[in-house]
C-alpha cells in the first residue's frame, strides 16, 4: 500500500488477556516506530527499529510488553497479561532512514481499550 | 516542566483568521517536526524542519534555534483546518519528544 497500515483499527479484550498489534510500514522504509498515545496527550515513545532490531527499547512501559521485527519489514507489538492501564491508541510510523534525516509517516493507529 | 511546550493549547478562529501556533523546546534537538491529527484519525507530517522557514500552501512553519523556538502559522484558516496540532523535536536520539497538542477549531 501507499502508507502505513496498522491492524486491527480497534481491539478490545479483557483484563488478562494477551494483544498482538500490527504495523505494515512503508515498502523500503528501514526505519519503524512504535508509540502510544492516551487521550488527552501527545504520543510517548515506545520502541524503534532500524531494520530488524531493536536500536532503542527505552520506552517500553515493562516487561509484559514486547515488540518484533523480524524481516525489516512488518512489526508486531505484543502486549501480555494486558491491564486497564494499556488502553490508548498505538500509533506506529516509519521512515525511510531515521527520523533526523527524512519525514515520519505515521499510521492511523489501533485504538485498545482493555475491559 | 515538559521538554515540548506548545502554546496556546486550545484555539478557536473564524474562518479566514490567520492563526498561530507555538512550541517552544528545552533540549538540543536535529530537527522539529509540525505534525497534524484528525479526530479518531492518524498523524499527518506537515513539516520537518531544522532551520529557517518552510511553507506548503497555506501553512507556515519556522524555526529560531537560538531561542528553542518554532511558530506555525496558517493563513486564511478554513474548518477543514480543525484538528490538533503537535510539535515535536528530535533530540538527537531516534526517539521523538511530544508536545501535548493544540485544538484548533475553525468556525465558517
Known amino acids: 500500500g501507499a502508507g502505513v497500515s496498522q491492524t486491527p483499527s480497534n481491539k478490545v479484550t479483557e483484563k488478562g488477556k494477551y494483544v498482538e498489534l500490527r504495523c505494515d510500514p512503508i515498502?523500503?522504509?528501514?526505519?519503524l516506530y512504535w508509540y502510544r498515545q492516551s487521550l488527552g496527550q501527545g504520543p510517548e515513545f515506545l520502541i524503534y527499529?532500524?531494520?530488524?532490531?531493536?536500536?532503542?527499547d527505552s520506552g517500553l512501559p515493562n516487561d509484559r510488553f514486547f515488540a518484533v521485527r523480524p524481516e525489516g519489514s512488518v512489526s508486531t507489538l505484543k502486549i501480555q497479561r494486558t491491564e486497564r492501564g494499556d488502553s490508548a491508541v498505538y500509533l506506529c510510523?516509519?521512515?525511510?532512514?531515521?527520523?533526523?534525516?527524512?519525514?515520519?509517516?505515521f499510521g492511523n493507529g489501533t485504538r485498545l481499550t482493555v475491559t | 516542566k515538559n521538554e515540548v511546550e506548545q502554546s496556546p493549547q486550545n484555539l478557536t478562529a473564524q474562518e479566514g483568521e490567520f492563526i498561530t501556533i507555538n512550541c517552544s523546546y528545552s533540549?538540543?534537538?536535529?530537527?522539529l517536526h509540525w505534525l497534524q491529527q484528525h479526530p479518531g484519525g492518524g498523524i499527518v507530517s506537515l513539516f520537518m524542519?531544522?532551520?529557517g522557514k518552510k511553507k506548503h500552501g497555506r501553512l507556515i512553519a519556522t524555526i529560531n534555534i537560538q531561542e528553542k523556538h518554532s511558530s506555525l502559522h496558517i493563513t486564511a484558516s478554513h474548518p477543514r483546518d480543525s484538528a490538533v496540532y503537535i510539535c515535536?523535536?528530535?533530540?538527537?536520539?531516534?526517539?521523538?519528544?511530544f508536545g501535548t497538542g493544540t485544538r484548533l477549531q475553525v468556525f465558517p
Open positions: 515535536a523535536v528530535d533530540g538527537n536520539t531516534d526517539k521523538l519528544i
Open positions: 533540549v538540543g534537538i536535529s530537527a
Open positions: 527499529f532500524q531494520g530488524t532490531g531493536a536500536a532503542d
Open positions: 515498502s523500503g522504509h528501514t526505519a
Open positions: 524542519l531544522s532551520s
Open positions: 510510523a516509519s521512515s525511510l532512514t531515521g527520523q533526523g534525516i527524512s519525514p515520519l509517516h
